[in-house]
C-alpha cells in the first residue's frame, strides 16, 4: 500500500542550490553520497515530506535525471512511500506502467551512517513522470532529515502538479497510484486528483503536450503570510507556489 507522498526530486548543480535555496528562507541539510554516484541536500518539512537536491558526481548519460542537466535542471521526480513495494508496483504494471523488479539503494550520511532502501521506478518513457516507489530497508527516520525551521514558514508539501495532452489516458495511469494508496479511484475531472496522505496529485490539461506528460508545479504548505510564487530564476528552473494553510 501506498502510504503517502515521501519526496520531490530537483536536479542542480548542489553548491549553488543549496545557497539558492538557503536565499529563499529554506534550512538545507546535507544529505550524503549514494551507490549511484550522485550526492544530495535535504530540506527536511514539518508533514514528513523533504525536497530533495541530487547533482552528479560522475557523469551518468543512462539515469533517468540526467537530460534534466541539458535543460538547466529543475523538479525531475516525485517519490511515494510503499510498506508493500512488490504488489504496488504490480498494481501499476497493470495499468499500463511497466516497472521492473523492485532494486536495491544505499546513501552514506555525513556521519558516516549507511541507510538502505528498496526503489520501484517506472521504465521509459515513464520515468520521471509517474512518481516511484520507495520502501525503507533500514528505519524510515534515518534516511528523512528532520524537519526544518523555515524562515519562509513553509511546513510541507501541499501538492504535485503535472500537466499532460491526454488526459484519460495518464489518469488511468495515476488512478492505479490511488487504488494503491486508499482502495479507491481518484477523483475525475481536471486537474485529475490524487491523494498522497496529506499532499495531493494533481494532473491538468496542456494541449501543445499531445500524448506525453510533464512536472509542472511544486505547492508547498506555510504556517502564514500571502501566498509566493517563484518563477525558474528564484528556483533553479522549479515553478513553485507557497501557500498558507489549510
Do not use: I, S, T
Given at each position: 500500500m501506498i502510504v503517502g507522498l515521501d519526496h520531490v526530486?530537483?536536479?542542480?548543480?548542489?553548491?549553488?542550490a543549496v545557497a539558492?535555496?538557503?536565499?529563499?528562507?529554506f534550512v538545507v541539510a546535507p544529505g550524503g553520497r549514494h551507490s549511484t554516484g550522485t550526492h544530495n541536500a535535504l530540506i527536511g518539512l514539518a508533514d514528513g515530506t523533504y525536497i530533495?537536491?541530487?547533482a552528479f558526481e560522475t557523469p551518468?548519460?543512462?539515469h533517468r535525471w540526467w537530460p534534466?542537466?541539458?535543460l538547466g535542471g529543475g523538479l525531475v521526480d516525485v517519490c511515494l512511500r510503499s510498506d508493500a513495494i512488490t504488489e504496488d508496483c504490480v498494481r501499476l504494471e497493470r495499468a499500463g506502467v511497466?516497472?521492473?523488479?523492485?532494486?536495491?539503494?544505499s546513501r552514506r550520511r555525513p556521519d558516516g551512517v549507511v541507510v538502505s532502501w528498496t526503489l520501484g521506478i517506472p521504465s521509459p518513457p515513464f520515468g520521471g513522470v509517474v512518481p516511484f516507489l520507495i520502501q525503507d530497508i533500514t528505519p524510515?527516520?534515518?534516511?528523512?532529515?528532520?524537519?526544518?525551521d523555515h524562515g519562509n514558514g513553509v511546513m510541507g508539501i501541499r501538492s504535485v502538479r503535472w500537466e499532460t495532452g491526454a488526459l484519460s489516458g495518464w489518469s488511468a495511469r495515476f488512478a492505479a497510484l490511488a487504488e494503491a494508496a486508499a482502495g479507491a479511484p481518484g477523483t475525475g475531472g481536471s486537474p485529475f486528483r490524487v491523494a498522497a496522505g496529506p499532499a495531493m496529485l494533481e494532473?491538468?490539461?496542456?494541449?501543445?503536450?499531445?500524448?506525453?506528460?510533464?512536472?509542472?508545479?511544486?505547492?508547498?504548505r506555510s504556517a502564514d503570510g500571502p501566498a509566493m510564487f517563484l518563477d525558474g530564476e528564484a528556483t533553479g528552473n522549479v515553478r513553485m507556489e507557497i501557500a498558507p494553510l489549510p
Open positions: 526530486v530537483v536536479v542542480p548543480d548542489l553548491a549553488g539558492l535555496y538557503e536565499a529563499l528562507g530533495e537536491l541530487v551518468n548519460p543512462a534534466a542537466l541539458a511497466p516497472m521492473g523488479a523492485p532494486r536495491a539503494m524510515v527516520g534515518d534516511r528523512r532529515p528532520p524537519p526544518g494532473l491538468g490539461e496542456a494541449e501543445e503536450l499531445a500524448e506525453g506528460a510533464r512536472l509542472a508545479a511544486l505547492v508547498l
